[in-house]
Every structure is written in C-alpha cells, then in structure tokens.
C-alpha cells in the first residue's frame, strides 16, 4: 500500500532494535557534539583574529568548520531526542527541512574538498604563482561555486524525493531523513530516482575524489623535487591529514548514495550514516588544523592574550 500524504510525518527506527545501545550512544554523541561545537569553532575564531592565518588555506578551513558546525546542528539535536526516548517521530516539515540542509550542506562539503585539494596543488606545485592565483577575490568565488553546488542538489533532490510513493507504515530505518532512506521506504517504481540519485553520487563522490586523487599526484611529484627537508616534511604532514579526512568522508558518504537500495547500503547506511554526521565533523578540525604548528601557536598567543 502507497500514500502520499503523510499527516504524522515519519518513524525514524534508528538503533532502536538495541535499546541497550541507544542509552550509550546517547551519551557518546553528546560529547562528540560538545567537541564538534568546540573544536569548528575554535578554528573559525582563531582564523578570524590571527593574522598568521590569514591565507588561502585557513580560509578555506574555517568554512569547512562551519560546514560541519550547521551539518551537525542539522542532525544531532533530533538525534539525541531519538537516542534518548520513545518517541522518533519526525514532522514532515521537519523531514522536508532536515532533508534540504543534509543535501545541501553536504553536497557543498564535497565541492568544498575540491577545493581545498586544489589550494594545496597551487601552493605545492606552483609556489610562485600562489598569492597571484589565490588571491581573495578569487577564494571567494570558489566558495561560492560550492555553496551554488550545495544548493542546485538540494533543489534538484527534494521535489523528486517528496513525489514518491511511500508505504503507509513510514518507518524509515535511520535516525535522520535522508534520501537514500525515503528510496528505500517506497512502495512502487523508484528506478528513474535512484538513477539521478546514483548520478548526483558520482558527480559529488566519486567525481571529486578524482580530481582530488590527482592533484595529489600532481603534489606527490613535486614534493621529490623539495630540497629543504623541512619543507618537504611539513607538505607531506598537511597532505596526509588533508587525504585521511577524503577518504574518510568520501568513503562512508558513497556507499549510502550511490546504490541506495541495494543489500549492503540498506544494511550498513544508518552505521555509515553515524560516522560521516558525528565522527568526520569532529576529526576534519583535529587531523586539519588542531594538530598544527600555526595554529597552536595561535591558540597559545590568544590565551597569553586573554590571560591577566
């Protein structure tokens, strides 16, 4: 049986076959949370009033921060409601609401590593043309290009999505309302959806990861070419964080959206889905930036400047 009308929104089922796990997770997500808000937020601040972090790179880092900051802001706080308690009903509004900022925001963190990826190539490959490439005006447009990227997916996605035949028990079985998710709780033909769905995958997954992939080459080379241990030593740490943090998003994110229907995403999604809304937004500002030498030094004259 198919309804397109949902009055009472829909069931997320989450974890809740383990209600034992529930009550845990409750608790690991809140201080993931809690670390989240901080560390995202300790990066936007520290990129803000340092002038030492005043570049191409920093920049482009604290967005990512605020990427992550509204991502899981998006997702979270309904998910500790459903983590804590009986009731994991979500309104269609908010079902609609929740549905536009996850596709939005993600698709933009997928454009937004494309770019990141090729600020490093720049800075690595061509080091005399840096600041004439990556001047300011110009990481402003590709910024934008990736938040215009974020907003076309979530235009193009969601009339489609909300269109579908969906089975009158609307038990969705995650924790958050994802298209992938709503494919799967249909009742009727989803071939032409899934298809769009699998080409916007590879457009934002699989595409990126690409071009990521090669410029890292691109950077692999030259870094043979560095003379100056230190330097060399310094690119390979900020390269290696920066591809830890690729494969880590790209990684979890394509299996969910590429197949959405088939037998290992309906298993494995919601556990997918856990790592890349709480676990990546919290280890983008460690592996990124935290454990660099600049911005301790920032963090640590900040202090030294609020202390009396």
């Given at each position: 049986?198919?309804?397109?009308?949902?009055?009472?929104?829909?069931?997320?089922?989450?974890?809740?076959?383990?209600?034992?796990?529930?009550?845990?997770?409750?608790?690991?997500?809140?201080?993931?949370?809690?670390?989240?808000?901080?560390?995202?937020?300790?990066?936007?601040?520290?990129?803000?009033?340092?002038?030492?972090?005043?570049?191409?790179?920093?920049?482009?880092?604290?967005?990512?921060?605020?990427?992550?900051?509204?991502?899981?802001?998006?997702?979270?706080?309904?998910?500790?409601?459903?983590?804590?308690?009986?009731?994991?009903?979500?309104?269609?509004?908010?079902?609609?609401?929740?549905l536009c900022m996850l596709l939005c925001l993600g698709a933009t963190e997928c454009v937004m590593l494309v770019v990141m990826a090729f600020d490093r190539y720049?800075?690595?490959?061509?080091?005399?043309?840096?600041?004439?490439?990556?001047?300011?005006?110009?990481?402003?447009?590709?910024?934008?290009?990736?938040?215009?990227?974020?907003?076309?997916?979530?235009?193009?996605?969601?009339?489609?999505?909300?269109?579908?035949?969906?089975?009158?028990?609307?038990?969705?079985?995650?924790?958050?309302?994802?298209?992938?998710?709503?494919i799967r709780l249909t009742c009727g033909d989803t071939s032409a959806i899934e298809w769009q769905m699998t080409i916007s995958a590879i457009l934002f997954t699989?595409?990126?990861?690409?071009?990521?992939?090669?410029?890292?080459?691109?950077?692999?080379?030259?870094?043979?070419?560095?003379?100056?241990?230190?330097?060399?030593?310094?690119?390979?740490?900020?390269?290696?964080?920066?591809?830890?943090?690729?494969?880590?998003?790209?990684?979890?994110?394509?299996?969910?959206?590429?197949?959405?229907?088939?037998?290992?995403?309906?298993?494995?999604?919601?556990?997918?889905?856990?790592?890349?809304?709480?676990?990546?937004?919290?280890?983008?500002?460690?592996?990124?930036?935290?454990?660099?030498?600049?911005?301790?030094?920032?963090?640590?004259?900040?202090?030294?400047?609020?202390?009396?």
């Open positions: 049986m198919t309804n397109k009308s949902f009055p009472m929104g829909f069931i997320l089922l989450g974890f809740s076959e383990w209600p034992h796990l529930e009550m845990i997770l409750f608790w690991i997500v809140i201080i993931l949370y809690t670390m989240i808000i901080l560390s995202n937020s300790i990066i936007i601040l520290l990129s803000c009033v340092d002038p030492h972090l005043y570049t191409p790179m920093y920049f482009f880092l604290s967005n990512l921060s605020f990427l992550d900051l509204c991502f899981t802001t998006t997702t979270v706080p309904h998910m500790l409601s459903n983590l804590w308690g009986p009731g994991k009903i979500i309104t269609h509004t908010g079902c609609v609401i929740q720049i800075a690595i490959c061509q080091p005399l043309h840096y600041t004439i490439i990556m001047h300011h005006q110009f990481c402003w447009k590709l910024v934008l290009i990736a938040w215009l990227s974020g907003l076309i997916e979530s235009v193009t996605q969601i009339p489609v999505t909300l269109q579908l035949p969906f089975c009158t028990h609307h038990r969705l079985d995650d924790f958050l309302c994802e298209v992938p998710a709503l699989i595409v990126p990861l690409a071009l990521i992939l090669t410029s890292y080459g691109y950077i692999a080379q030259a870094l043979g070419k560095i003379q100056s241990k230190d330097g060399r030593q310094k690119a390979i740490a900020t390269c290696s964080s920066h591809l830890t943090v690729v494969f880590m998003f790209y990684g979890t994110v394509a299996p969910v959206y590429t197949y959405p229907k088939n037998h290992f995403a309906s298993t494995y999604s919601k556990f997918f889905t856990f790592f890349y809304t709480v676990v990546t937004p919290l280890l983008n500002p460690l592996i990124y930036s935290l454990r660099n030498k600049d911005v301790k030094n920032a963090m640590l004259q900040l202090l030294r400047r609020g202390s009396p």
